[in-house]
C-alpha cells in the first residue's frame, strides 16, 4: 500500500458523519483514490435517502484534497464516473498543489463536534465574513442567522418541531441508540457511534443508557436543551443545496468541511442542530419560510460559539478497515 495514500486517508477518515457511523471505504491504484460509498452503515431511519451519507462522503473528500495540497499535490475528482464499476468519487493525484492550506491542514486533527453549551459571546463580523467566504462551491449556499436577531426565533421554532417529531418516532430512537457507545468499552471495541462523553453524560452500562434514552428522556425535554444550546451560541448557519442530488450531496459536504475548519482555526466552536432538515415534512416549511427556490433544499444546520470545554476526540476506525483490497473493493 503506498505510504502517501495511506496519510491522505488518515486525515480523510477525520471527517464527520452523522452518529459518527464513518461510512465510507478507499481504495488505492497507483495516483489514484477511490472514495465509495459504505451502505452498511447507512441510517435508514433519518437518512433514508441517504443525502447525509454523501454529505459525509463530501467531508472526507475535502479532507483528502486539503491533505494532498499540504504534500503539494493537487486532487482532482471526478463524481460518479460512469466507467467505474462501483459507484465513487474517484480522485487523481497531481504535482502542483492550488492553494495554501497550512492552516485548514493543521484544523484537520483538532477539529471536533462540540455538542456542550457556549458561553453566548458574539461572533465578529469580519470572523462570520470568512465563514461565509469559505464556502468553495456555487452548488451550495450559506445563510447566517445571529443569536438574538429576529430573524433566528422562526428557525429555532423549526428545531423544536424537528426535536420532538423525532424523539416522538420509536424507530428514530432505536437508532439512535445503536449508535450510542454508552461505555468505554464499548467505544473502544467498535472505534465508531457517539460516545457518551461527547453526548455530555458519564459512561454507563448499555441496558442503563437504553432505559435512560427510551423511558426517561422526552421530546419536550430534549427541545428545550437544544433550544439552550442555541441560545448560548453565537449564530447558527444553514447551509442548502440549489439541486437534490447526489453531486450537490457531495458538494454540501465539501463546503461544511472547509467552513468548519475556518472556524476551528479561528476558535470557534460547532454542532449540529440538524433536526428540521432530517424531517421531511418541516423541511419543506423552512424551505418555504426561507422563500427557496424549487430544486433548493435546507439540508444542514449547525451553531456556532466559544466555550472553553472540549470534547474528546470522536473515535475513528482503524485505516486498515476502510482501505480495501483489489479483491474486497466490489463485495
Known amino acids: 500500500m503506498n505510504h502517501l495514500a495511506r496519510e491522505l486517508i488518515s486525515f480523510a477518515v477525520r471527517a464527520p458523519s452523522g452518529h459518527n457511523t464513518q461510512p465510507w ?16 452503515r447507512h441510517l435508514s431511519v433519518v437518512d433514508p435517502d441517504n443525502h447525509a451519507l454523501f454529505i459525509s462522503l463530501g467531508c472526507a473528500l475535502e479532507n483528502l484534497s486539503i491533505a494532498a495540497a499540504h504534500q503539494g499535490l493537487s ?13 465513487c468519487l474517484r480522485v487523481r493525484l497531481c504535482e502542483g498543489a492550488q492553494e495554501n492550506v497550512e492552516a485548514l491542514f493543521r484544523a484537520i486533527p483538532a477539529r471536533q463536534s462540540n455538542r456542550g ?5 458574539a461572533i465578529n463580523e469580519s470572523d462570520l465574513e ?14 447566517s442567522f ?6 433566528i426565533e422562526p428557525i429555532i421554532g423549526f428545531v423544536r418541531e424537528g426535536n420532538i417529531a423525532q ?13 450510542i457507545r454508552f461505555s468505554r468499552r464499548e467505544a473502544s471495541e467498535q472505534r465508531d ?38 441560545r448560548s451560541a453565537s449564530a447558527l448557519l444553514l447551509f442548502i443545496v440549489r439541486d437534490h442530488d447526489k453531486r450537490h450531496w457531495v458538494d454540501l459536504g465539501r463546503s461544511f468541511e472547509r467552513v468548519a475548519l475556518v472556524a476551528t482555526s479561528l476558535g470557534i466552536a460547532h454542532a449540529h442542530v ?12 423552512l424551505a418555504a419560510h426561507l422563500a427557496l427556490n424549487s430544486g433548493e433544499q435546507p439540508l444542514l444546520l449547525i451553531r456556532l460559539g466559544y466555550t472553553r470545554k472540549r470534547p474528546p476526540p470522536s473515535p475513528r476506525r482503524p485505516i486498515d478497515q476502510v482501505i480495501m483490497t483489489p479483491g474486497r473493493a466490489w463485495d
Open 25 to 40: 471505504q478507499f481504495s488505492v491504484d497507483r495516483d489514484i483514490i477511490r472514495i465509495y460509498p459504505d451502505l452498511s
Open 130 to 143: 470568512r465563514l461565509l467566504e469559505a464556502n468553495p462551491c456555487e452548488s451550495v449556499m450559506v445563510r
Open 193 to 230: 457511534g457517539l460516545t457518551a462523553q461527547a453526548l455530555g453524560f458519564p459512561a454507563i452500562p448499555r441496558w442503563l443508557g437504553y432505559w435512560i434514552m427510551t423511558k426517561r428522556v422526552k421530546p419536550e425535554s430534549e427541545a428545550a436543551r437544544q433550544e439552550k444550546a442555541i
Open 117 to 121: 453549551i457556549y458561553d453566548g459571546r
Open 274 to 285: 440538524n433536526m428540521p432538515c432530517e424531517v421531511e415534512p418541516i423541511r419543506g416549511r
Open 146 to 151: 445571529r443569536v438574538g436577531h429576529p430573524d
Open 167 to 179: 424523539f416522538n418516532e420509536p424507530a428514530f430512537v432505536r437508532e439512535l441508540v445503536s449508535w
Open 75 to 87: 486532487a482532482r475528482t471526478d463524481y460518479f464516473p460512469p466507467d467505474e464499476p462501483k459507484e
